[in-house]
């Protein structure tokens, strides 16, 4: 099954509809679909509400005791700012002691798989490009004002990430930068991560197109699940 996670810069007036057209498209293809929610920035959210909403959401999936949930064969997938929360959640399990999204003992729902599509893969680099943006509004100040804070958010720094990860990026994106998916993909992979970059040239990868399942942005994303289910 899936976990999937919205973007929309962490900020209130997003929410998890825009990753309706994915879901859909993944409950066609055979999947599961749990399609979160999360307080935003504006509402409620950000530093550390925010990560504990995602936190939370995902563990409830052990509560529910379905008998069609594979809770053994659990992937997330996130788009833009909903990437980020992604590979973060993935990577609680190399979270410090009290940390939002820190749990003692086994995992109650293990994350096997992340996809990434047009994510803020690198929390710290996107600050860097945009020391006003979205990221310095989700963490409350820069990062050297907050390196702690930033320390157990950012997923470029909880590295190694011992899943496959596949990131979907459009080479000429003007709201999330592809560097930081290069970025991540090269410090993942010097850390022995399972890591695979697609770049998407052009419109078809503009930044909207991600969540559009007529894409070839998803396709790239469904081929790879596919070749995973194999």
């Known amino acids: 099954m899936f976990v999937t996670i919205h973007g929309g810069s962490w900020q209130s007036r997003y929410g998890k509809i825009v990753m309706r057209g994915l879901a859909h498209d993944l409950v066609r293809r055979g999947w599961a679909v749990w399609n979160i929610e999360y307080r935003r920035v504006g509402a409620g959210g950000g530093w550390p509400e925010t990560f504990e909403d995602v936190a939370l959401a995902i563990d409830h999936l052990a509560e529910l005791n379905h008998a069609m949930l594979d809770l053994d064969r659990v992937s997330v ?10 590979l973060w959640a993935a990577s609680r399990g190399n979270l410090p002691v009290a940390a939002p999204g820190f749990r003692e003992g086994p995992a109650p729902v293990l994350l096997r798989r992340v996809v990434v599509q047009a994510g803020i893969c690198d929390l710290t680099a996107a600050f860097r490009r945009r020391p006003d943006g979205a990221a310095r509004a989700l963490m409350g100040g820069a ?26 990026h459009g080479v000429s994106d003007e709201t999330v930068s592809i560097e930081l998916s290069r970025g991540y993909a ?10 695979e970059l697609v770049e998407i040239a052009g419109e078809a990868g ?3 197109a991600h969540i559009d399942p007529r894409g070839e942005a998803w396709a790239q994303v469904t081929r790879w699940l596919a070749a995973a289910r194999e």
């Open 77 to 86: 997938l996130g788009h833009s700012a909903g990437g980020h929360l992604a």
């Open 143 to 168: 990062p050297e004002e907050l390196d702690g804070r930033y320390a157990t958010a950012d997923p470029i720094r909880l590295l190694p990430l011992h899943v496959p990860v596949l990131l979907v």
């Open 186 to 195: 090269r410090a993942a992979c010097a850390a022995g991560g399972e890591v």
């Open 206 to 208: 503009s930044h909207r």
